[in-house]
């Protein structure tokens, strides 16, 4: 844990420096190659970006919740394809080991995450098996010292870069239900593991997700997370709270970027002889976009303090998530308005980023699922 606030406010202002200096001037490239240049990806290991949360005893920063969000406040203000790259191994890819991995586990493959050297995947989604998730039908059935694996992953981020996966399969002779799922370590070059061909996305070019598909594929028993068959299920849950606070974070960085862009332009837009900042309905555009924004961003911290208090923050992570996604989308939406045509041509990158960020309100959970998830802990607690 970085404990003191000049060691953070230094990881901080290297961070926005990068985004500024490195990330930004890229954005272009990235877009229209669909590959982040190899130097970049050099860049962001070295600045340590793939362990900010990873325990320092494995060479990370050990961030807290409340520092990691920061951290993406941050990097979350370029195009959201950086941040693709690098959330998989720092969150949901890395953080069912470290929430629930064996020390061994640890040991082996947390160092080399933390330098970016092994790129971690996260593979709970199906062909049928989406908002579902209990409905999984990838099976690991134990064979001696292994498991072997067969099924199918869908939409998986990072699969072709990645030296890892945390695979959600179920085992022993539960046919259905949370109970029967478990959650492995499974390095990419096993035998049995092939890719399909790269998904083609309505935005986060630079971002790449394909299926994974295991064939008999023979993972050794010492990759069951935490040894334990049945908990997988606990552990995916636990990996997505944290993942839900996490992209709520980027949502507010990349409304905030947006939201400059707009104020910008439009105290350059003149029209009717003066800048269209003046017109009292461009301002409700952008004051309702700055309100919102700190509503989100208020809410991102206070989910993010809570849980470094050790709470359960199953419900304030999708308030998070469902609020902050959800508002991201009306700011896109607002930016285009405020560009007017140029924000509908690709010159200024606006139209970029409202296809980008409408990711957000459908993966680690859609806004639906969200909805789900708070009010069904609601409900659960007045029952109590
Ligand atoms: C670019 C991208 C990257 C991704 N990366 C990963 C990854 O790295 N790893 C991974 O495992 N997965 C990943 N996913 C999968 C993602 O998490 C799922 O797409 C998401 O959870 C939704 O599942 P689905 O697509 O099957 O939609 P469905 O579950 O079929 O949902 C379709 C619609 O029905 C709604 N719906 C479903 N159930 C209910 C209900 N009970 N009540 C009300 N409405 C409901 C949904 O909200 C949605 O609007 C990624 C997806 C994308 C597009």
Redesign the pocket.
Known sequence: MIQDSETLSILLSTIARFVRERLIPNEEVVAETDEIPADIVHEMKATGLFGLTIPQAYGGFELTMEEEVLAMLELGRASPAFRSLIG?TLG??SQGILLDGTEEQKRKYLPRLATGELIA?????EPD?????VSLRTRAVCDGDHYVVNGT???????AQAGIFTL?ARTGSEPKGAAGISAFIVEAATPGITLGKR?R?MG?RG?H?CDVIFNNCRIPVANLIGGVEGQGFKTAMKVLDKGRIHIAAICVAVAGRMLDEALRYALERQQFGKPIAEFQLIQAMLADSKAEIYAARSMVIDAARRRDEGLDVSTEASCAKLFASEMCGRVADRAVQIFGGSGYVSDHGIERFYRDVR?FR????????Q??VIARNMIRAERA
């Open positions: 998989t949901i890819g995947a996260f593979a709970l989604t098996a989406g908002s579902d998730a992953k869908r939409f998986i981020t990072n699969a959600l998904d996305k986060q971002a997700t990711l459908i993966y680690e959970g859609t806004s639906q699922i909805q789900l």
